[in-house]
């Protein structure tokens, strides 16, 4: 599980790493080669705003991944109140 402020932190340091670090590895690889290309192409102007939009969704990513993960515990831990409040077979 990764949190959310660390994959904007590394994000905003190294564009790319913050969405490795939350286990996509390919939007990491995009966001790796193509920052440096907007910030050398566009001699900064378009690169910060890349730079920016990249550690953004770092963390967004890493915030949808920790409320998917708190809904699929809720729902195991549902499922396993249910059984225990299921009525007791006759013995």
């Known amino acids: 599980m990764s949190n959310a402020g660390v994959a904007g932190v590394l994000s ?9 670090y ?3 590895f390919i939007r990491g690889a995009f ?3 193509a920052t440096p290309g907007f910030w050398i192409g566009s001699y900064g102007v ?3 705003a890349c730079h ?14 920790e409320q998917a ?3 699929r515990k809720e729902a195991n831990t549902e499922s396993v109140t ?5 009525p007791c077979p006759a013995q």
């Open 12 to 20: 905003l340091v190294v564009p790319g790493v913050g969405q490795i």
């Open 22 to 24: 939350n286990g996509d």
């Open 31 to 33: 966001w790796l080669i």
């Open 46 to 48: 378009v690169g910060g």
């Open 52 to 65: 920016l939009v990249c550690a953004y969704t770092a963390y967004h990513r890493a915030k949808m991944k």
């Open 69 to 71: 993960d708190g809904r």
């Open 82 to 86: 249910i059984e225990c409040l299921s």
